[in-house]
């Protein structure tokens, strides 16, 4: 399993999530998503982590190394740019955690022979048996794109009909930064992960992140409840996946 999605499991539950900016303020509080920073090399890696980041995303292999190292512990992923298996290989070597990749330029080689995390670059096609499709691949999250900070009810549904028929969570760009509203809005929705870029953004981020209060307990009416604590719908064991 990777640590990605550990880490998601763990936002779910109360007590896990990441330590908040309160914490400076002497009160253990806790976040109720996660920041994950795009990173070009090692020098914007750790500014990201001073800012906060809970994740980095390495925006090739080449600088997937630089990036590990300024992650400590925390997961380190990579966008795949032509989705081969060398180049896939070479990031895992690398550390990446988890690759973020295209299914329709990835070859299928890229995703076997090692246990790193999957994220699928979600495209404009999302139909039911598009969407549905995707559950076989045991993916740790979705990266559905940039989302309207004001959404409605139906954008919200829309959101959530994704994590339902794929079976993972989601991921939702926010460019150069979000407002504690709209965080929670996607969050309600099914992303506990947001994805910035450059270190000033990541550190507001992290602060309006610390501001989004916990998942409210669904309706005693038996309906499910809008937020999924992470997927389950496979296990993670990618080896299965070699022949």
């Known amino acids: ?3 990605l999605r550990t880490r998601i499991r763990e936002i779910g539950r109360p007590g896990d999530g990441p330590l908040g900016f309160a ?3 002497g009160r253990d509080e806790r976040r109720h ?8 090399d090692g020098e914007a890696a750790r500014a990201a982590i001073e800012a906060g980041a809970d994740v980095l995303l390495a925006g090739s292999p080449s600088a997937v190394a630089a990036a590990v190292e300024a992650a400590g ?6 966008r795949l740019e032509s989705g081969t298996a060398a180049e896939a290989s070479t990031a895992v070597e690398a550390g ?9 330029r990835t070859e299928a080689r890229a995703l076997s022979g090692h246990d790193a995390g999957r994220v699928l670059l979600l495209d404009d096609d999302r139909s039911e048996e598009r969407l549905r499709s995707l559950a076989g691949l045991a993916l740790d999250a979705v990266l559905a794109g940039d989302a309207t900070p004001r959404m409605t009810v139906r954008d919200q549904l829309r959101l959530r009909r994704i994590v339902e028929l794929s079976g993972a969570p989601l991921i939702i760009e926010a ?10 809005t996607w969050r309600d929705a099914g992303a506990p992960l947001v994805l910035v870029g450059g270190a000033e953004a990541v550190r507001a ?31 993670h064991d990618h080896d299965d996946d070699d022949d």
């Open 175 to 184: 460019g150069t930064g979000a407002e504690e509203a709209a965080l929670e």
């Open 1 to 3: 399993m990777s640590k």
């Open 96 to 104: 990446a955690d988890f690759l973020v990749f295209d299914d329709a």
């Open 73 to 78: 512990s925390r997961p380190v992923g990579v």
């Open 33 to 40: 998503m996660l920041v994950m920073a795009q990173v070009s």
């Open 205 to 235: 981020v992290v602060e309006a992140a610390g501001r989004v209060p916990a998942p409210r307990k669904p309706r005693a009416s038996g309906a499910m409840p809008l937020v999924p604590a992470a997927s389950t719908t496979a296990s």
């Open 23 to 25: 914490r400076l303020a």
